[in-house]
């Protein structure tokens, strides 16, 4: 698989080659060896340790790349405010608005391979707070991040040449898109989810050419269409396959004469399924015809397509998952972790099956997930993050699976099967928990709220849970309310306390992550 190698350049610590030989691919020493010395090889726990910092520093550019290639890396995490390029040495420095979207996009690296023209691209943080540029000398960057922005915030790019042919304004609304690498189905319904995060999606239409699987994608503005690819061509949807090469279309409007898996006019939902065609599914289609945006607040759109496919139920070909469902997570606190607990904070991002703190080494786990998928959804949200007050790292096992204990040997409960636990969230196909899934954020969304409960009890049960309350509010029906922790950790923590806590007259408390703010 092309890719595959590179996935590990941004690799982790060889604190036991028994523990982490396989989860890094066999190809770690090769792939980053072939990209410079082992003296300059960037490890992932080299960003991670580096205190975060808004300002991205990025290595191993490809020769004569653009200062708008640069910046398509960091723009589906947030506002790009400042860049700086060091084209002698192949290297730049990113600064983005606001250190929480760099945080994001280096966890996001972390578990997919950032590439620039099909190379793969090493991503740390910088020892610098942010970028102070020489304005004469750095003339050229900044006319092309006043042309993103004014792309990014819905106006259009000024004319100036340094934007580049690629900042110029949108000739069409339709953007032609092939993948490349397709060893996973691609559906019309994860194209609508990815690109959606863009602006509004009209129409879609998909077919095959060449024996490549590819799509006509119109948006509602070319504008949406311009800035979908500047942030997308060149992007994988999954972990190193199904790349997305889209180009501008030369036709400005689509005709789409049937709604069914081949082609979809979100406009209108009363059109005919056509010969042979399964029909779309009245709700699916009055869902759809609504700006679907839920599933983008994850960590990009890309991983978010992952949620959408599994929700599809068409994830994967059959007998083959991609990468495997075992997940080594490592710096755990070996005095407070126990399986429940690893269980509740992974199953946010998935089904857990079996969970085993390894016995000589507590401060580590393997985590099995239900398939690849969902480990990858895992990997790329809780990498990095802190639990009971240490950063956990978070990288794909070589186990296939994760083996219970023999019979009659005692393990000090340190392996749990959670196989036929109740409290999987993604048991049912296409439920709503697959629209929900968001990175750990200091707001948390409560469920089953009972009646009788009022803001005061709820503050409580979570100031006891170790943390500040910081803001509450309830929704119009009071069985539903969003509560924001002082900090991501807090929060973290009162997920994995009070995720399914029992308030009586037979209510389990539902607690997960939000996108929202109070």
Known sequence: MDGMASDVAVGVKRTSDELLSGGLYSSLNSSVTANGSDSKKLRVEDSMESPPSRVIHIRKLPNEVSETEVIALGLPFGKVTNILMLKG???????????????????????????????????????????KTDSALNQRAQAVLQAVSAVQEGGSPSSDTAGENLLAPAPSPVLRIIIDNMFYPVTLD???????????????????????????LQ????????????????????????????????????????????????????????????????????????????????????????????AAGRVALSGHSGPGGVLLVSNLNDEMVTPQSLFTLFGVYGDVQRVKILYNKKDSALIQMSDGNQAQLAMSHLNGQKMYGKIIRVTVSKHQTV??????????????????????????????????????????????IPENVTEED????????????????????????????????EAIQALIDLHNYDMGRGHRLRVSFSKSTI
């Open 89 to 131: 040495k192949n290297q730049a420095f990113l600064e983005l608005g606001t250190e929480e979207a760099a945080v994001t996009m280096v966890n996001y690296y972390t578990a997919v391979t950032p590439q620039v023209r099909n190379v793969p691209v090493f991503i740390q943080y910088s020892n610098h707070k942010e970028l």
């Open 458 to 489: 709820i503050r409580l049960l979570f100031s006891n849970s170790g943390g500040t309350v910081k803001a509450f509010k309830f929704f119009q029906d009071r069985k539903m309310s969003l509560l924001q922790m002082s900090t991501v950790e």
């Open 219 to 310: 948006f509602s503005d070319p504008v949406n269409a311009q800035q979908a690819k500047l942030s997308l061509d060149g992007q994988n949807i999954y972990n190193s396959c199904c790349t997305l090469r889209i180009d501008f279309s030369k036709l400005v409007n689509l005709n789409v004469k049937y709604n069914n898996d081949k082609s979809r006019d979100y406009t209108r939902p009363e059109l005919p399924a056509g010969d042979g065609q399964p029909p779309v599914d009245p709700s699916v289609a009055a869902a759809l015809n609504k700006d679907s945006t839920s599933l983008l607040g994850a960590i990009s759109p890309l991983s978010a397509a992952a949620a959408a496919a599994a």
């Open 190 to 216: 994860v194209l609508q989810q990815i690109f959606s995060k863009f602006g509004t999606v009209m129409k879609i239409i998909t077919f095959t050419k060449n024996n490549q699987f590819q799509a006509l």
């Open 403 to 448: 083996q219970l204990p023999r019979e009659g040997l005692d393990d000090q409960g340190l392996t749990k099967d959670f196989t036929s636990s109740p409290l999987h969230r993604f048991k049912k196909p296409g439920s709503k928990n697959f629209q929900n899934i968001f990175p750990p954020s200091a707001t948390l969304h409560l469920s089953n």
